[in-house]
């Protein structure tokens, strides 16, 4: 008998099929620009598209045509992608949960240090060619060219990014009087006015862009628990349809069936026997 879950489970995949299909044109939209930051995004991008579509398209089929291996397959991947999410959504509290950067007396921004984020993210930043990609697309979104018409009161009472305050200007504590002879930090001596350096290879840019990193990471992570909650309903209504296709191709165990050209299951006869052997001993 068709039942109520198989139908909720069915629409419910004909609209996460048809929201795959946006989700993959941007991942192939991006994949064909040339901006460097939109390339970072482009392969998780498609990677959750063609699953969501493949997994919502088995779904819809096993759910609405009750074909149980389809559901079988549903199933399985959801149950992988379900798994693959919770630790992703872990994996992501972990390594942001340091940081947040250092308050500035006299300024309305932060600045950050690299020392206080967690050690995998910094190993992660300070590889050469990670760094130099995301050095270009800091170049190539012109982030600092905003700042070149601040006046020095601009930089008393504006706030700034965690990226402009670590990459567009030097350290606050720097001292560039020439008669000092104090000990600075390093990223003083890595400043550059021109404006293709900047403070670029310093050490607060990179604490800048980490800041960013933890900052989408949360928002991500909330955005994942709900996604996991919708995906364990999305799972529990599935496995009541797939049990409710299983009923469709055999009488055993679940009582009356309607449908007259059926191929027992494995097991039908051996259960028909000992069906008898009871009525006869009893």
Not at 147 to 155: F, K, V
Request: aromatic content about 14%; overall charge positive; hydrophobic content about 40%.
């Amino acid at each position: 008998m068709y039942r109520f879950s198989n139908t909720v489970i069915g629409f419910l995949n004909l609209f996460t099929l048809l929201g795959s299909i946006p989700i993959i044109g941007g991942g192939l939209w991006m994949a064909r620009s040339s901006t460097t930051c939109e390339s970072f995004l482009q392969t998780p991008l498609l990677v959750v598209g063609f699953v969501v579509l493949i997994i919502s398209l088995a779904g819809f089929i096993g759910a609405c045509f009750r074909v149980a291996w389809a559901l079988w397959v549903y199933l399985v991947v959801m149950l992988f992608l379900i798994a693959t999410l919770m630790g992703l959504t872990i994996f992501g509290f972990v390594v942001t949960s340091q940081g947040r950067g250092v308050e500035v007396p006299g300024r309305a921004y932060k600045e950050y240090r690299l020392e206080d984020y967690s050690p995998w993210l910094r190993n992660k930043i300070k590889d050469p060619d990670y760094w130099r990609t995301i050095r270009s697309c800091i170049l190539g979104s012109k982030t600092c060219a905003k700042l070149a018409s601040w006046t020095p009161l601009d930089y008393l009472e504006k706030d700034m990014s965690p990226i402009q305050s670590g990459c567009c200007k030097p350290p606050t504590s720097c001292n560039y009087n020439m008669a000092t002879v104090e000990p600075q930090d390093t990223d003083c001596y890595r400043w550059s006015n021109a404006p293709t350096l900047l403070c670029y290879e310093c050490d607060s840019c990179k604490a800048g862009v980490l800041e960013d990193v933890r900052r989408d990471w949360h928002k991500l992570s909330v955005l994942n628990i709900v996604m996991l909650v919708f995906l364990i309903g999305i799972y529990s209504i599935g496995c009541c349809a797939f049990q409710n296709t299983r009923r469709a191709e055999t009488d055993y165990p679940y009582g009356e069936n309607r449908m007259t050209k059926v191929r027992p299951r494995w097991d039908y006869y051996w259960w028909r026997w000992w069906q008898d052997k009871r009525e006869q001993l009893y």
